[in-house]
């Protein structure tokens, strides 16, 4: 039997791809013991992998395919087919951002003032290619992390992941520079984007986590009513497509459903009441596959 090898990123993306699995379909388990989690489907051997590494594992061909982030991907050079990209992240789904940042009461304002100076990271060949473009001749070290304490004593500036900039504010740093914004991206090694089953279970997997992710802020919501009131309940109510709309066993009867922003449910809906609709039903949903 066939088998892919996938790399689940270790880390914290872990926690969030495990979590999207589960609505896509697949259950996988986590042994605290084993770098080896066990999956619901035979045909795919899961090996969690540092998002740092994976790039790197899966141009080798140690692994048919993995999930990590683009900054990765840039950070190793690493030679890999890109599905596509599964937009979620640690907090939320939005994209991260690699940055440069400074104390927040320094006098450095742009890249430019660091000419000479030290900047701390972990994407050492990002930043150096950041600074080439910009034309700054900068020393940069590589950061084993708590990378955010290591300025103004230990280096002039910093170049460091964020979502929301919060851990930046508490350590007292400004932001100068977005280098990258990064989303999570499914890749594969090019011999098996080449191979006809891998290509197909690869393709099957990243459409069913793209169902996922679509879902996540979505709601389902059903309802019933009269004919004479369909007008107004359809002109109420905002719809991923058209909604549908059906017949019940009494003629005068009309059933909705659809799909809407879940961060308007609780406006739509007494909305819809007044609009004359009954048996209004809201309901979760795992996947829309457009």
């Not at 955010?148 to 520079?177: C, M, Y």
């Not at 006809?196 to 793209?210: A, D, G, P, T, Y």
């Not at 048996?279 to 829309?288: F, S």
């Amino acid at each position: 039997m066939s088998v892919l090898r996938l790399g689940i990123p270790k880390g914290s993306l872990q926690d969030a791809t495990i979590q999207l699995f589960a609505k896509a379909g697949w259950r996988i388990s986590i042994n605290s013991r084993s770098y080896f989690p066990g999956i619901d489907d035979p045909e795919i051997n899961c090996m969690l992998v540092r998002a740092q590494e994976m790039a790197r594992y899966v141009e080798t061909g140690a692994l048919d395919a993995g999930i990590t982030g683009r900054d990765w991907v840039c950070e190793t050079g690493s030679n890999v087919a890109e599905i596509g990209e599964l937009l979620y992240s640690k907090q939320s789904l939005s994209p991260v951002r690699w940055v440069l940042a400074v104390p927040e009461d320094g006098p450095i304002e742009s890249v430019k003032d660091l000419q000479g100076k030290v900047i701390a990271t972990e994407v050492v060949n990002l930043t150096k290619q950041y600074l080439a473009r910009n034309q700054v001749d900068a020393r940069v070290e590589f950061s084993w992390g708590a990378t955010e304490v290591k300025v103004p004593q230990l280096a002039d500036a910093i170049v460091e992941v964020t979502e929301t900039g919060s851990s930046l504010r508490a350590n007292h740093l400004r932001i100068v520079d977005t280098i990258l914004e990064s989303r999570t991206v499914f890749i594969v090694n090019h011999g098996a984007a080449a191979d006809r089953w891998k290509s197909e279970k690869i393709s099957n997997i990243f459409l069913l986590l793209s169902g996922a992710i679509a879902a996540y802020t979505k709601v389902g919501i059903m309802l019933n009513v009269r004919k004479e009131h369909l007008a107004a309940v359809l002109a109420a109510l905002p719809a991923l497509k058209n909604p549908t709309v059906s017949t019940l066993s009494d003629p005068e009867w009309i059933a909705v459903n659809t799909i809407i922003d879940e961060d308007i449910v609780r406006t739509i809906i007494p909305r819809l009441k007044a609009a004359g609709a009954q048996g209004i039903v809201e309901y979760p949903l795992n996947k829309i596959v457009l």
